[in-house]
């Protein structure tokens, strides 16, 4: 089944209509804090429990479920996970939060920090540079860890999967305390 996506005007038309739209961020705690959709409840994708979610909506089970993250890719992964579990009424916001604070819509801001994105594509650039680096002042051998680098690179093109963006994403910089309310782990029962 494909995921379905909405725009976000699409949301907020939705939400005049029924403020109790239910939306769900998946990004990591670190960039729900950042800024997010007011509104919108942190459930990091890899803590994402579809069974339980929809356990926890009770009568508005039947209700479409929206899901966002940065720019869209985590949210339809997001709606895979639901559908997989036999969950076929949830959407994915195009664009993201991304998409969302530059249409002009209520978002919260709290502490700033780099976007998952941004901590894969650094770790990449230093993974690649330190490589040529090894490779010119240690041992010519050493260029096989840009080689290494952009295999990494043409799987996660090619299959839409990036393994070290998954283990930058629970790395503890991208974790939050349980002040927030919204990142401790089993937070997808805590709707």
């Known amino acids: 089944?494909?995921?379905?996506?909405?725009?976000?005007?699409?949301?907020?038309?939705l939400r005049e209509q029924d403020p109790g739209l239910e939306l769900i961020d998946v990004r990591t705690p670190a960039e729900y804090r950042s800024v997010h959709a007011v509104g919108a409840k942190s459930i990091p994708l890899d803590e994402l429990d579809a069974g339980c979610v929809m356990s926890q909506r009770g009568e508005r089970a039947d209700k479409p479920l929206y899901l966002i993250c940065a720019g869209g890719t985590r949210s339809a992964k997001a709606c895979q996970k639901f559908i997989a579990a036999g969950y076929s009424n949830v959407v994915s916001i195009d664009g993201g939060t991304q998409t969302w604070e530059k249409a002009g819509m209520p978002v919260e801001h709290g502490k700033k920090t780099l976007s998952l994105e941004r901590q894969t594509r650094i770790a990449i650039g230093a993974m690649a540079l330190l490589g040529a680096a090894l490779a010119w002042f240690v041992?010519?051998?050493w260029v096989a860890l840009?080689?290494?680098?952009?295999?990494?690179?043409?799987?996660a093109g090619l299959t839409n999967l990036c393994p070290l963006a998954s283990l930058i994403a629970?790395?503890?910089?991208?974790?939050?305390?349980?002040k927030d309310?919204?990142?401790a782990k089993g937070a997808c029962c805590k709707m």
Request: glycine share 14%; with cysteine.
């Open 1 to 13: 089944m494909q995921v379905r996506t909405v725009t976000c005007q699409e949301v907020a038309r």
């Open 139 to 141: 041992h010519p051998a």
């Open 146 to 155: 840009c080689g290494f680098v952009g295999c990494g690179l043409i799987f």
């Open 170 to 178: 629970v790395m503890p910089w991208n974790k939050c305390g349980s």
């Open 181 to 183: 309310g919204q990142s």
